[in-house]
């Protein structure tokens, strides 16, 4: 994977398309310690662009974020779909949905909305599945009580509900991209326990089916995370843990299923003592029961299918799922991008100067 080690500032959000193109979000501050309103932050967009020969290059394109005061922070957020095309949202309180669509690899930005222009049958390829809440809304519209499926187009970039619902009760949550065998996973609840569960599809959002890791887990557990590898499907449970040190992202429990996802056996539990206590991003899986947790307090390891646990690195990384495969960032220039959880090519994009 190309480096971009002259862009300037660092990277805070990548993404990698299937066909190994890709866009980059940085930024740039400057601070004042006596008067942090006057320090500022300048937002860039880089896109990754394929040379000759198979060789590719980081370079800057037209940035529709504004510049930020040094009291606002910068949060944004990006979604590719390969070939140019990608998706920037960008949150303010004047405008919470600021968004656009390019369709020329960043030398132009279209204007997006979040609101629903229709519906379809399936997620076509290249698409991205997100959710959005569904009427009626709270009466103070802050709080949503139900949401629904919404599928971001490749072509247009706007947002079209997914008629198929999966048979899930309360909030939705989509993986954002599909896994690598190409099905789709959501996260929810049990309709008859409330447990948390999944639903998976493998027809492209045409058809769902609901499968529930363990239906007796309390009120603690709040969702699933879910990763595929070779021959195996993880379920990481996230929620609270009693007893246990608090952190941000709590870990309670590991389910592997070798039947693609309907019927599964818990592999590790959460203890008093002992890591991991936290999942920052996703389970990252490899061939021969390989497993890798990127925790809060470093990286852990397990060669057998996520039974035992070994500290491996003390680098504290977040690692998610993109089209390319899974991509791990420390929050800073330095990433790392693995097709089967195992190799890894590692780049850096930016300057981390500010």
Not at 3 to 23: C, I, K, Q
Not at 28 to 49: H, I, M, S, T
């Amino acid at each position: 994977m190309a480096s971009g080690r002259e862009l300037p500032g660092s990277a805070h959000t990548v993404g990698l398309a299937a066909d190994g193109s890709g866009f980059a979000l940085l930024a740039k501050c400057l601070e004042d310690p006596r008067r942090p309103e006057n320090g500022f932050c300048r937002q860039y967009v880089a896109v990754l662009d394929k040379l000759d020969k198979g060789a590719s290059k980081w370079r800057l394109r037209t940035s529709p974020l504004t510049e930020r005061s040094g009291t606002e922070g910068v949060s944004a957020d990006l979604r590719v779909f390969g070939s140019g095309r990608a998706w920037v949202q960008e949150w303010t309180e004047q405008d919470p949905d600021r968004s656009w669509f390019t369709a020329d690899g960043g030398r132009s930005w279209q204007a997006r909305d979040v609101k629903r222009v229709g519906a379809v049958r399936s997620i076509p390829k290249g698409a991205v599945l997100s959710a959005q809440c569904a009427p009626p809304a709270a009466p103070d519209k802050q709080e949503c009580r139900k949401n629904r499926l919404m599928v971001m187009s490749p072509d247009d970039g706007r947002l079209r509900e997914l008629k198929a619902r999966p048979p899930l009760s309360g909030m939705l949550l989509p993986a954002a991209y599909a896994e690598p065998d190409g099905s789709w996973w959501v996260s929810g609840k049990d309709r008859a326990t409330g447990a948390p569960a999944v639903a998976f599809s493998r027809d492209a959002g045409r058809s769902w089916t609901a499968s529930v890791p363990n239906r007796s887990v309390g009120k603690l557990a709040w969702h699933l995370r879910v990763s595929v590898g070779e021959g195996v499907v993880y379920a990481a449970e996230m929620g609270e843990l009693k007893g246990v040190q608090d952190v941000k992202n709590p870990l309670r429990a590991i389910y592997r299923s070798r039947d693609g996802g309907r019927t599964w056996e818990r592999t590790w539990r959460a203890g008093p003592q002992g890591e991991p206590r936290s999942l920052m991003g996703v389970l990252v899986p490899g061939p021969g029961g390989r497993l890798v947790v990127h925790a809060e307090s470093g990286r852990f390891t397990s060669t057998d299918g996520g039974r035992i646990f070994r500290a491996a690195e003390p680098d504290i990384e977040h690692a998610s799922t993109v089209p390319l495969g899974r991509l791990a960032g420390g929050g800073g220039c330095d990433y790392r991008i693995s097709a089967d959880g195992v190799r890894w090519s590692a780049f850096r994009l930016g300057d981390c100067q500010g």
